[in-house]
């Protein structure tokens, strides 16, 4: 869903991220800050100081639902922040509805609370200059405006989490109480849009057109993510109960250490058109050579460049056990950033888990209606 992004830094251990389309909405805010008074360079200061509060504003919003979530040991391992503000890139679902709803109103409260300390601020500072006065001004309404949206109950917004986690609470079934949730998101991505158009076109005088355009672009983005979520509640629901002996291949391509890397793509690339080979020598494990290990080598280098010089040797290849249900893999293999794992028993190798051809499995039982 979410493309080129480039890294902040850390903040608690989390990884910030900033989406190119988040500098739309900080020229967009800055303008219409500006909007008053063009030429005049106190306007320009305010604006750019309010644009960046309102950004550290959003960052204790996606802070807070981390921290939370963290306390109920829901790893979050990065925060992209975009055009509509922050997206959490959790590795795994809460365990317990309780732990859900905390999690999501975490957002919504600390936005609330930033809101309601810039309406105080905005109530005794009202002898201050007129700048500083319309800066918290906006910045009160924003966060609590902030607040209200993301209290809309349409999954994955955090009204839509609180909304499956109480359906969770009662029901006792997560898989139904998700796919309520997410049609709920759907639906409301869709009025959205609906609304946005008609807004477009019957707008009242005062009214710009483009509210409408951004009502809608807003919809069609809700809807996105509500049928993203959709599809990934079904691809748990396939694998759940699976273990790896049933998803593992075990037709994988063999080559052995001492193989040159100008012969391992001539002989075995270009002709297998595989992205990975397993390192074997004499029926031993030694580890596994991949693509993006070749591209780290200068092409000069080729012809002199052994596969063992440059494989991910066995000491550090992840491996998982026949029996070992295949939920908890993929998220170890997310956590990690892990594109193989060897299903490994009694030290002899059987079968190898990758991600795309978890992938491929998921897309054929869901061909096959399984
Ligand atoms: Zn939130």
């Known amino acids: 869903?979410?493309?080129?992004?480039?890294?902040?830094?850390?903040?608690?251990?989390?990884?910030?991220?900033?989406?190119?389309?988040?500098?739309?909405?900080?020229?967009?805010?800055?303008?219409?800050?500006?909007?008053?008074?063009?030429s005049?360079?106190?306007?320009?200061?305010?604006?750019?100081?309010?644009?960046?509060?309102?950004?550290?504003?959003?960052?204790?919003?996606?802070?807070?639902?981390?921290?939370?979530?963290?306390?109920?040991?829901?790893?979050?391992?990065?925060?992209?922040?975009?055009?509509?503000?922050?997206?959490?890139?959790?590795t795994r679902e809460a365990k317990s509805a309780g732990a859900e709803l905390r999690m999501a109103a975490a957002g919504p409260a600390c936005s609330l609370a930033i809101g309601s300390l810039f309406g105080l601020l905005w109530y005794f500072g009202q002898s201050l200059s007129e700048p500083i006065v319309t800066m918290v001004y906006w910045l009160a309404f924003i966060n609590v405006a902030l607040a209200?949206?993301?209290?809309?109950?349409?999954?994955?917004?955090?009204?839509?989490?609180?909304?499956?986690?109480?359906?969770?609470?009662?029901?006792?079934?997560?898989?139904?109480?998700?796919?309520?949730?997410?049609?709920v998101g759907r639906g409301v991505g869709y009025s959205f849009i609906f609304g946005g158009i008609l807004m477009i076109f019957i707008h009242p005088p005062d009214w710009s057109w483009f509210s409408g355009l951004w009502l809608a672009f807003i919809g069609w983005f809700l809807q996105n993510a509500a049928?993203?979520?959709?599809?990934?509640?079904?691809?748990?629901?396939?694998?759940?109960?699976?273990?790896?002996?049933?998803?593992?291949?075990?037709?994988?391509?063999?080559?052995?250490?001492?193989?040159?890397?100008?012969?391992?793509?001539?002989?075995?690339?270009?002709t297998t058109g595989r992205r990975y080979f397993v390192v074997v020598d004499e029926g031993r494990l030694k580890g596994i050579v991949t693509l993006y290990n070749i591209k780290s080598v200068p092409q000069p280098?080729?012809?002199?460049?052994?596969v063992k010089d440059i494989m991910t040797p066995v000491e550090k290849l992840e491996v998982a056990y026949p029996d070992q249900d295949v939920l908890g893999i993929l998220e170890r293999m997310t956590e990690g950033n892990i594109d193989h794992i060897f299903v490994a028993s009694e030290g002899r190798v059987m079968g190898l888990?990758?991600?795309?051809?978890?992938?491929s499995f998921l897309r054929i039982r869901s061909e096959l209606k399984m």
């Open 301 to 306: 280098n080729w012809g002199m460049t052994q």
């Open 353 to 359: 888990i990758t991600r795309d051809n978890l992938l």
């Open 227 to 270: 049928s993203a979520s959709y599809r990934q509640l079904q691809w748990r629901g396939s694998l759940q109960g699976l273990v790896a002996s049933q998803v593992m291949t075990s037709d994988f391509p063999i080559v052995s250490s001492d193989v040159t890397l100008a012969q391992l793509i001539e002989r075995y690339i270009f």
């Open 148 to 183: 209200a949206f993301n209290l809309i109950p349409g999954f994955p917004l955090d009204g839509g989490r609180v909304f499956r986690s109480l359906l969770w609470r009662f029901t006792g079934n997560y898989q139904r109480s998700t796919r309520i949730a997410t049609q």
């Open 1 to 38: 869903m979410i493309g080129s992004a480039f890294n902040l830094g850390r903040v608690f251990g989390i990884q910030f991220r900033l989406h190119y389309t988040w500098f739309i909405i900080f020229t967009l805010v800055t303008i219409s800050l500006v909007y008053p008074d063009w």
């Open 40 to 90: 005049s360079p106190v306007y320009w200061v305010i604006a750019i100081i309010t644009s960046l509060l309102f950004f550290a504003s959003i960052l204790a919003h996606e802070l807070a639902h981390s921290l939370v979530g963290r306390a109920y040991g829901i790893p979050i391992k990065s925060i992209t922040l975009f055009i509509f503000g922050g997206v959490a890139q959790m």
